[in-house]
């Protein structure tokens, strides 16, 4: 836990702007402001991968005057020019028609899938522990490599909420020595579909309904549930979807997968087969479906903001990478398992991750659109000791990714963008192009030739070139059908459902309930259950029961496969880096105790909010308590834990025609405010740890909280309350409280 001693005020994140503004508008003039502590920019390398040495404040806006894009300083951007002030305006204004026409043209196509990103720099530093298996300089021990991470959802526009029930991508950029390495994988290990030319068909089926444009972001109407009933093959992924891997509490505490097998290949020409696994330092963690739904609408950017927040706090999240390896065989076989098939998993009993680097986020972007928007990833950038194999689906994207970078940054030369450019020397002989802003020189580009000295001269093995692995590749008639081995949808989301444990399979139950309550085609939901069925009986009950339709029998044996307890979220422990603990109070509660609980908290490396009936301070007689949320804006959703400093009463805001959440009379007559009572309650419900002291009791009872409930926590002080609270969080959630029958 590193926290940035020049962060925000009271250590809180959040903060818009590097120091706080002054209250009229400032009119002496002065260079812009520096970025925030927490906040930095693409290397300033030049379009072709050489160091520059420049400041990474070269690369933005300067000046202390207001000019057009040329320079020029301006005396006024607020009116057109005119013929009189009443009269029409010119078409002479030369920069209204700049301004407007850049504005015009400010928004690029966004990505057709993966829209809704967010993203931070880091440092990858390797372990040493993958040498042997692969020559890739940037494993090698010790090696720091710069990173830029981008984390998004599959289906929503980039206007779509954080929250929704779906995939999300988890796509590492590498600026290694040797060139770029991109890993781009999702948070799921299993994808959909088994080959790559049915991407547009499960993408089709999953967007919105195309006459109505609707539903948006989720997953939960007939084309989607249409396409993969009949197509069973998407039956593994779509299980780990309706699972609470659907719904992550944090980008900070999501796994990732590479989702295909690749081959590496070390300093001997050793080949090695492997799956990529990013394993978070905080834990595997999900919202419940009810915070999920509550979040969209109240914080639609929960997840960026989350992100940005810890990263700003200098709680940096952290993950380590480690590969599950296989004999490179002539069948590219383990145990049975099709390891070209994306659609399965190894289990990790069967074959250890075994971790070979860390990776840091410790700075977010300055520019959301020149990093986050502009990024290109493509899983054809490769570096020496990766190289593909034949899966017909990563196959589609080495095509695909290259093509629609083309289409949305506007040509050929997106890697020159900022955020794209390579850390290391490039001599493509690639020339011309929109946007091109490198200025080549040289009158040969192309080779052999003698004109430019013969430069430049090709690589080989010995200064390191990149040189796929050769293989033999056996006769075969062109065919389009997919091997045998392909065949079998259902043993695979079997293993993952009777690995999960009482609580997320009643989850996974209510997820299938839901999105197939929401088919308008009966057709559909029986079809639905038919795939269930051939999953596990109870899974098929328990959905057939909320949909008030009868359970199908099974239609083959169901799989005989060993759980494999790894795929749970439960029954482990981990860090509390970043957690935030709500600490509700009035001016009237402990505030002694409430200074004291936000010391601690900070020094856990967690983020104290004190939650109050209006803004401001309270304590006017010692040292003052900052308020950071109110009674108002203050929701369950964004808390890990809840404590109670006290017996806060209503705040006089607590009108149901200002707010209605504060509407039940019930709590005011009480003396609580109802808004405290629903931020409990809701807490209550969705599993975390709530604590008080002080007379905290009576506000609990009132919220119908029991005393003696699991995960309830009545202290003498608010240390010793905090004390029990904190060995609460480190198992997510109190998993007692909910009744899976």
């Known amino acids: 836990m590193n926290r940035n001693d020049s962060g925000p005020e009271d250590g809180i994140p959040g903060g818009p702007a590097p120091q706080s503004p002054a209250f009229e508008e400032p009119t002496e003039p002065r260079e812009p402001l520096p970025p925030k502590p927490d906040q930095s920019g693409p290397a300033t390398v030049s379009p072709t991968g050489q160091e520059t040495g420049a400041d990474p404040a070269a690369l933005a806006q300067g000046g202390a005057y207001l000019t057009n894009a040329q320079g020029t300083r301006l005396p006024d951007s607020d009116h057109s020019l005119k013929a009189g002030s009443r009269g029409p305006v010119l078409l002479q204004d030369h920069h209204l028609r700049e301004k407007i026409t850049h504005f015009d043209h400010e928004r690029i196509p966004e990505r057709v899938v993966h829209a809704r990103g967010a993203a931070a720099h880091g440092v990858f530093k390797g372990y040493g522990s993958a040498a042997q298996i692969t020559k890739a300089a940037f494993l090698r021990k010790d090696v720091e490599t710069p990173v830029f991470v981008r984390f998004s959802t599959v289906l929503g526009s980039r206007g779509s909420a954080d929250t929704v029930r779906d995939t999300r991508g988890f796509a590492t950029k590498f600026y290694t020595s040797e060139g770029t390495f991109d890993l781009v994988g999702n948070n799921i290990p299993v994808f959909f579909i088994q080959d ?28 989607f549930w249409d396409f993969v009933t009949l197509h069973t093959e998407a039956t593994h992924h779509t299980l780990w979807n309706m699972s609470d891997r659907g719904i992550p509490r944090s980008f900070r505490m999501m796994e990732g997968f590479g989702v295909h097998t690749f081959r590496l290949v070390n300093a001997e020409g050793a080949t090695t087969l492997v799956k990529f696994h990013w394993k978070p330092k905080l834990g595997v963690h999900s919202l419940v479906w009810e915070e999920a739904q509550i979040t969209s609408g109240m914080d639609p950017d929960f997840h ?83 190289d593909i194999t034949d899966d017909p689906l990563l196959a589609g994207r080495l095509f695909s990714y290259l093509d629609t970078q083309i289409s949305r940054l506007g040509g050929p030369n997106f890697a020159q963008i900022p955020v794209n450019r390579t850390h290391a020397p490039v001599n493509d002989m690639l020339r011309d192009g929109m946007h091109q802003t490198a200025v080549h020189r040289g009158t040969a580009p192309y080779r052999p030739n003698s004109l430019d ?79 269930l069925a051939d999953i596990d009986p109870e899974l098929c009950a328990g959905v057939a029961a909320g949909l008030g339709l009868p359970a199908p029998e099974a239609t083959e044996p169901l799989a005989n496969v060993e759980p494999s307890p790894a ?94 959440k504060a509407g039940d009379p019930a709590g005011r007559n009480a003396g609580v405010d109802p808004r405290v009572l629903l931020m409990l309650s809701e807490a209550f419900r969705h599993g975390k740890a709530i604590g008080g002291w002080a007379g905290a009791d009576r506000v609990l009872e009132a919220a119908g909280v029991p005393a003696d409930a699991p995960g309830v926590v009545s202290g003498d002080s608010g240390d010793s309350t905090l004390q029990v609270i904190t060995r609460l969080l480190g198992r997510h959630r109190v998993w007692d409280r909910f009744d899976a029958g």
């Open 196 to 223: 790559a030319i049915k991407f547009p068909d499960i993408i089709h089926a999953g967007k919105p309904h195309p006459d109505r444009e609707i539903p948006q972001a989720q997953s939960a109407h007939d084309t």
């Open 567 to 660: 795929l749970s979220q439960i029954g482990r422990e981990w860090p509390l880096d970043g957690r935030v603990i709500g600490i509700v109070a009035d001016a009237g509660c402990d505030l002694d105790g409430v200074r004291a609980v936000r010391r601690a908290v900070l020094e856990a490396g967690m983020v104290p909010l004190v939650v109050a009936p209006a803004g401001g301070e309270l304590g006017a007689g010692g040292e003052p308590v900052t308020v950071q949320r109110t009674f108002a804006t203050a929701r369950s959703i964004e808390f890990d834990a809840l404590l109670l400093a006290g017996a806060p009463g209503p705040a006089a805001d607590a009108l149901g025609a200002r707010d209605a």
């Open 304 to 386: 960026r903001r989350d992100l940005a927040d810890a990263i700003e706090a200098g709680a940096y999240p952290q993950w380590e990478l480690g590969v599950q390896t296989f004999s490179d065989n002539a069948e590219q076989m383990f145990e049975g398992i099709d390891l070209l098939d994306p659609t399965n998993i190894v289990p990790e009993e069967m074959a250890p991750v075994q971790p070979i680097g860390l990776l840091t986020l410790n700075a977010n972007p300055s520019n959301f659109f020149a990093e986050t928007e502009q990024v290109a990833f493509h899983p054809g950038h490769l570096v020496p000791g990766i």
């Open 453 to 531: 000295g013969g430069c430049p001269f090709q690589a080989g093995a010995d200064t390191g070139a990149y040189i796929e692995v050769p293989r033999e590749i056996p006769a075969a008639k062109k065919v389009r059908e997919a091997p045998d081995s392909f065949a079998d949808h259902f043993s695979q989301p079997r293993r993952f459902w009777l690995s999960m444990s009482p609580v997320e399979r009643e989850h996974i139950i209510a997820a299938y309930s839901f999105e197939l309550g929401k088919c308008y085609e009966q057709a559909i939901k029986e079809r639905g259950l038919r795939v």
